[in-house]
């Protein structure tokens, strides 16, 4: 029972094209939603967040879309490049379930962007 | 350093026995997180510490699993009786403030890969 779901585990995408992350989630609780960046034998880093009450981000050539109504999300990056190349992580947290600190994430994308 | 830092990076043991994952966080962070990635998993989370809250261990797998915080700062993890099911990178992160406070992002330390034989 994924509460969140990231069904692409992987995307390959040329450089200089966009790149579409999808994430789909279960819970009509959650509030606030994240993306996370990780490259190999490297932690999780923080790249963009979105709260539930807008329903779109961005932050230079990152921006997060919400649709809550379909209950998705997702991360586009434009233009792609190969630094971009990593596993991209959904995640999802509600603030009133008194569980804090839970953040539910997704199994992640690996993104490829070929030169 | 300036960011989470964990050790052992890897960690070979055979099953049955107890191991220790350690954490430093960032300096003056008060909430710290576990999480574990098995392979072909998310991160799933398995405790956190706020300050000088009990912690939220509604994560933990099984009363095999243990963490504490000692003087808000350093934590460990402890397995006991490690199992095969237990191989995993287990990530340590901490943050400014706890999640309900300010949802703020989480720093990642870089992980320590279990490997139970």
């Known amino acids: 029972d994924q509460q969140v779901k990231q069904n692409s585990p992987s995307l390959s995408v040329q450089e200089g094209r966009i790149s579409i992350l999808n994430c789909d989630y279960t819970?009509?609780?959650?509030?606030?939603f994240l993306w996370y960046k990780k490259y190999p034998a490297e932690g999780p880093t923080f790249l963009i967040s979105?709260?539930?009450?807008?329903d779109k981000n961005e932050d230079g050539r990152f921006t997060v879309f919400l649709n809550k109504s379909a209950k998705h999300l997702s991360l586009h990056i434009v233009p792609s490049q190969p630094g971009d190349s990593a596993v991209y992580f959904c995640a999802a947290s509600a603030k009133e379930r008194g569980s804090q600190g839970n953040l539910i994430f997704g199994k992640g994308t690996k993104l490829s962007v070929k030169p | 350093g300036a960011g989470v830092s964990q050790s052992p990076s890897n960690k070979v043991t055979e099953k049955g026995k107890d191991v220790e994952l350690r954490c430093d966080p960032i300096?003056?962070?008060?909430?710290l997180y576990w999480y574990r990635q098995s392979l072909g998993q998310g991160l799933e989370f398995l405790i956190y510490?706020?300050?000088?809250?009990?912690?939220?261990k509604s994560g933990l797998p099984s009363d095999r699993f243990s963490a504490e915080r000692t003087g808000g700062s350093v934590s460990t993890l402890t397995i006991q009786r490690t199992q095969q099911e237990d191989s995993a990178v287990y990530l340590c992160?901490?943050?400014?403030?706890?999640?309900?406070?300010?949802?703020?992002?989480?720093?990642f330390g870089e992980g320590s890969r279990l490997t139970v034989l």
């Open positions: 510490f706020q300050g000088n809250s009990a912690p939220d």
């Open positions: 819970n009509s609780m959650f509030d606030y």
């Open positions: 300096s003056g962070h008060t909430a």
């Open positions: 992160a901490s943050s400014p403030r706890g999640w309900g406070v300010n949802t703020g992002e989480l720093f």
């Open positions: 979105i709260s539930s009450i807008k």
